[in-house]
Every structure is written in C-alpha cells, then in structure tokens.
C-alpha cells in the first residue's frame, strides 16, 4: 500500500509462489485505494498476442485522462502469459517515464521463474519486488482456524485449508493445482530442461526424504531416468528458484567446503511433503520419528521463507554424530537452532557447534526450549 501512495519510481512485482494469495492481496488493496485503476489479467489472452500489453496501457492512458486523474494506477495480472513481455514492458515504462504521465504500475503473475527471468532480462533498474512467502502459522491459524499440528501437517497453501477433512481430496488439490502447474508449466517453461522426467523423479523423491541428508550419488541410485550429477545439482537449484524444494548446504567457514557438502533436503512448504508421502495426519502423528521430521521440515519451511524475505542465509551442520538443524546466517553473524520433538534425546550439537563457530545465539526449539507454536510467530531477523 505504501509503496503505492509513493510518487512514480518504479515498477512494482508481486512475486511468490503458486497459490500464495498475490492476487487476492492487491484486490484488497486495490478496493482500499483512493487512486482510480485498471486491473487487468492476461490469463485467457493468447500467448502470441503482444500487443496486448500495449494496447492495456494504452486504456489505462485514456482513462486517466478523461478523469483529469492526477495520477492512476494500471494493474496487470498473469502478465507471464504474454510473449515477451518485459520488452512491451520496458517499452511502454520507458515511453511514459520520458513524457512525464503519472501512471503507476504493478505486475504479478503465478510464475516466480518466468516472472524472474522477463524482469532480468529486459527491465534492470526500473522496478521493486515485494516478495509473498508460503502462509505461515500465525496466517493460516487467524484466517482458517488451524492449531498447530494441523499446520505441521497440511502447511500453509490457503486454497487446500477448506479440504483438510478429506485426505485425499486435499492431496489431489495439492498435486494436480499446485505441484503439477509449478513444474509442468513454469519450469519446463522457463529452463532448458533436457529430462523432464528426472525432475519430476527429483521432486517426488526430495519430498518424501524431506529433513535428511541425501548426496547427489544416492539420489541418482533412486532415479530412474538418471543423468548425472551436474545435471541433478542443476535441478534442484531450479526447484529452489521456485520456492518448492531446496537442498541445504553444510554450515563451514570455509566456501567450497560448504558447496561441496551432501545437501539436506528441505521443502518450502509441508503441505508438499505431507501429499508426496500418502500418509494421513492420523498414521503420521502417532509414529513418533515421522512426526519429528513432519515438525522439522515445518520448522526448515518457516525458515526456508524468513530467509527468503528478508535476505539471510540457511544451512545446517554436522560433525560425526554430532548435528545442529539449522544455522542462519546474516550479516557475517550466525545462529544455530536444534529442533526437538522426541526424534533425539541427547545431542551435543549445539555445544560442539558454539566451540567451533562462536554463534551469537544457540536455540532449542521444542521439547525443552522455545515452545514450536512461539518460535512459529518469532521475526527471524530479531535475533541478529
């Protein structure tokens, strides 16, 4: 809103994942403003229809003059959809920012890749993202009533939160409007991606294994349609620009110790986890070590999307047997997090983490630490 009510600087991108709410969101806005607007959405505009864009700007244009509006805002909606877009973009931008009309812009589309890719193609210096995140805890608790293991469970996808009492039900949503679309549609769309079917395999097999260590080799032995290494560490780069699926490195002082370690799988979301796995909410509580790494992953996803906001690092670390979950990093500070839930009874992680690293700060978050539901609502960025 802020951002908005400011005098015309740059473009201004709405970007996140899939089903996240960005449309919604700036429809609220939209009806709290005082400023007239046109919101347009390019979702049933045929790809190849490039004059689309121009021809919207243009309207906005006519409108703002037959209101003698002082400034107006042009709002366009799945602009990803159109070919080339960001040139049309730039083009009309550049055209107004040279004849002085007051005409305000903002972009959002379901696609974070191609989202991402027009704009640093084409767009460099004339725009600001604001990034949405997967709904955490507290959003999904205020908007649909969920307690705390019905989020470790089922996640933060709001479209999924009226399903919950239907497993499988809520599963397909989850997989044929969410996972489906964001791999088929924006990364395939987006990437060179010579093996689509081993990204898929990818995927699957980086979801279920949500919370564990797993080297690149082992993932290829699990693979059917296997390639190579580089080919796999390039796939799961791609899945983490997408805000799906991300390998953690291992916390070192040391760069290419820190690349060069066996990731750790980790969802951005636990809805993602909870549909690849099959298992039901009741099968997964009651077995203690599957609801320890349920409680894991939601802790990683929370951080994973923290990280994401306001720019930090995450990794995790292991020495032999000792391990510490997560470590933040920022600001060339870290801090080191052990999440307990009945999974471990003794680790000596944190303190042989502390020796070596000296981090500002050492939590436990469960069992004999900060309460899960707390740490859920903490501002990450407070601790540095």
Not at 2 to 11: D, G, L, N, V, Y
Not at 170 to 197: C, F, G, H
Not at 353 to 382: M, Q, Y
Request: contains cysteine; neutral net charge; aromatic residues 12%.
């Amino acid at each position: 809103m802020s951002r908005i009510r400011e005098p015309r600087r740059f473009i201004q991108v709405l970007s996140g994942p899939r089903q996240v709410g960005k449309s919604t969101i700036v429809k609220q806005v939209l009806q709290e403003l005082d400023t007239p607007y046109l919101f347009a959405t390019a979702d049933n505009v045929p790809s190849g229809n490039t004059k689309w864009i121009g021809e919207t700007w243009a309207t906005a244009r006519a409108r703002m003059q037959l209101l003698q509006a002082s400034e107006y805002l042009l709002v366009i909606d799945e602009v990803h959809k159109i070919d080339n877009w960001s040139e049309a973009v730039k083009k009309e931008w550049d055209m107004d920012t040279f004849n002085d009309v007051p005409l305000k812009v903002v972009l959002l589309g379901s696609s974070r890749l191609l989202l991402k890719d027009g704009l640093t193609e084409s767009l460099a210096g004339r725009f600001e993202i604001i990034k949405m995140t997967h709904w955490s805890y507290s959003e999904m608790r205020d908007a649909f009533g969920f307690d705390l293991n019905q989020y470790v469970f089922y996640g933060g996808y709001p479209g999924g939160a009226v399903m919950t009492n239907d497993f499988k039900r809520w599963q397909r949503y989850i997989k044929d409007s969410i996972i489906t679309p964001a791999i088929e549609r924006d990364v395939l769309s987006t990437k060179t991606v010579y093996k689509p079917v081993l990204m898929r395999q990818l995927f699957d097999l980086g979801c279920v294994y949500s919370g564990k260590e797993l080297s690149l080799n082992k993932m290829l032995g699990q693979l059917q349609d296997a390639g190579n290494v580089t080919t796999l560490a390039n796939y799961l780069n791609t899945l983490d620009e997408s805000r799906l699926l991300c390998g953690l490195y291992k916390y070192a002082n040391d760069t290419a110790r820190k690349y060069n370690s066996v990731p750790k799988l980790m969802v951005y979301n636990t809805a993602l986890l909870s549909a690849q796995s099959g298992m039901t909410f009741e099968k997964t509580f009651i077995e203690l070590s599957l609801w320890g790494r349920w409680v894991e992953s939601t802790v990683g996803a929370y951080l994973l999307n923290q990280a994401d906001e306001i720019g930090c690092k995450l990794y995790y670390w292991r020495e032999r047997n000792d391990e510490v979950d997560f470590v933040i990093e920022y600001n060339r500070k870290c801090v080191a997090i052990e999440v307990k839930s009945g999974r471990r009874t003794e680790n000596k992680g944190l303190s042989k983490f502390k020796e070596n690293f000296n981090p500002i700060h050492t939590l436990i978050v469960g069992s004999g630490g900060i309460a899960l539901e707390e740490f859920l609502t903490f501002d990450i960025e407070k601790l540095f």
